[in-house]
């Protein structure tokens, strides 16, 4: 519960940028949907970094722009889930 509060938090100040916190939060969700669903915390972690990847491949493309940042935020989310 703590992991999602530092999320909401993150979220609600604007020196933390909308736009990464964005990216970190989908990769919470991604991390967390797949974990459930395969009983895995690895294969989330790699699920968030695969959305990410995918996101920056997308933007690469000429309809946004590719940011390695993003990408990073994204990943990041993945540690919100994974207990160690």
Same mark, same amino acid.
């Given at each position: 519960?703590?992991?999602?509060?530092?999320? !909401? #938090?993150?979220? !609600?100040?604007? /020196?933390?940028? &909308? %736009?990464?916190?964005?990216?970190?939060? !989908?990769?919470?969700? *991604?991390? &967390?949907? =797949?974990?459930?669903? @395969?009983?895995? &915390?690895?294969?989330?972690?790699?699920?968030?970094?695969?959305?990410? #990847? /995918?996101?920056? /491949?997308? %933007?690469? *493309?000429?309809?946004?722009?590719?940011?390695?940042? %993003? #990408?990073?935020? @994204?990943? =990041?989310?993945?540690?919100? =889930?994974?207990?160690?």
């Amino acid at each position: 519960m703590l992991r999602f509060s530092l999320l !909401a #938090l993150c979220l !609600a100040l604007p /020196a933390c940028g &909308q %736009d990464k916190a964005k990216h970190a939060a !989908a990769g919470v969700v *991604t991390s &967390q949907a =797949v974990a459930e669903m @395969t009983g895995s &915390q690895v294969k989330g972690c790699m699920a968030a970094i695969g959305l990410g #990847l /995918a996101k920056e /491949a997308w %933007d690469s *493309t000429g309809r946004g722009t590719a940011d390695g940042d %993003d #990408l990073l935020a @994204t990943s =990041v989310g993945c540690g919100f =889930v994974i207990e160690f």
